[in-house]
């Protein structure tokens, strides 16, 4: 396991005062993944998100070679002999005078195992569908509903109509097949990795315009993100059903795709 925090900048492990370059980058994007005994779910999907982020924002491909090398090297997965380690890794692709990619590995965290409670807020994010650095507004909402007792904040258009958390997608499962809001938000990895299951196991998945009083009407609704799959039992003052059965066949779903080695496609 990662037990402390390690940083590479472009291939090469960063010392000390490079590491500012993460806090002065103030345009780019990033994916995050977690890793165990040195896999991750979805590689190939991580570096297509980023590279489609890359040439939206830079007009310029992406150097997938030294992204792989980069995690590699901030795993550790270079040495001889290479260790294996469970960590939460972070790729970002940022511009501080030129074009950086910038990746750190922290300890692992795992999924919540009880279900989230949400708060509902008016709020959408900037371009969507891009996981990109301008995090401020999630982050201050995620603390400010942590203070007032919920897990996660629930993003909503004035309208009310629900486009995913803060940090998270929200999915919603009827007995029968999986509903993800119709609104502009970012197709999460474990978003797409769960639809890859829903897909192999002959389960349909549907957008539909959702409404946090429609959330009531479905067997579960649960949270998907870098961490895995969890429950939501509460949005706002509304109490939802949370069907143990369907949960574990919706976890099932997504962790059912492979781990994969880190190495270059």
């Given amino acids: 396991m990662i037990d ?26 990033f994916t995050a993944m977690q890793v165990r005994q040195g896999r991750v779910r979805g590689l190939d999907r991580h570096l297509d998100r980023l590279d489609r982020a890359t040439e939206e924002l830079f007009g310029r491909p992406l150097d997938r070679g030294l992204v792989v090398d980069s995690i590699r090297s901030a795993l550790g997965l270079d040495r001889r002999p290479a260790v294996a380690p469970d960590a939460s890794v972070r790729v970002y692709v940022c511009e501080v005078a030129r074009l950086h990619v910038l990746v750190t590995a922290k300890p692992p965290v795992e999924v919540a195992t009880t279900p989230r409670s949400l708060k509902s807020v008016r709020y959408q994010r900037f371009l969507p569908h891009v996981k990109h650095l301008g995090g401020f507004p999630q982050g201050y909402l995620g603390r400010k509903v942590q203070a007032e007792g919920f897990d996660e904040a629930l993003l909503t258009a004035d309208d009310g109509v629900i486009s995913e958390g803060s940090i998270t997608n929200l999915g919603c499962f009827d007995g029968t097949r999986v509903i993800w809001p119709d609104a502009p938000m970012l197709h999460g990895i474990t978003m797409q990795l769960m639809e890859a299951g829903l897909t192999q196991a002959g389960v349909p998945y549907e957008s539909r315009v959702l409404r946090v009083a429609d959330l009531a009407d479905f067997e579960t609704v649960f949270l998907t993100n870098s961490h895995g799959v969890v429950a939501v039992g509460q949005v706002d003052d509304l109490t939802l059903k949370v069907d143990e059965a369907a949960m574990g066949r919706l976890i099932g779903y997504f962790e059912g795709m492979p781990w994969e080695e880190i190495h270059h496609s």
């Fill in 4 to 29: 402390i925090e390690r940083t590479v900048i472009d291939g090469r492990l960063a010392e000390a005062p490079e590491v500012t370059l993460a806090v002065s980058a103030r345009y780019g994007h």
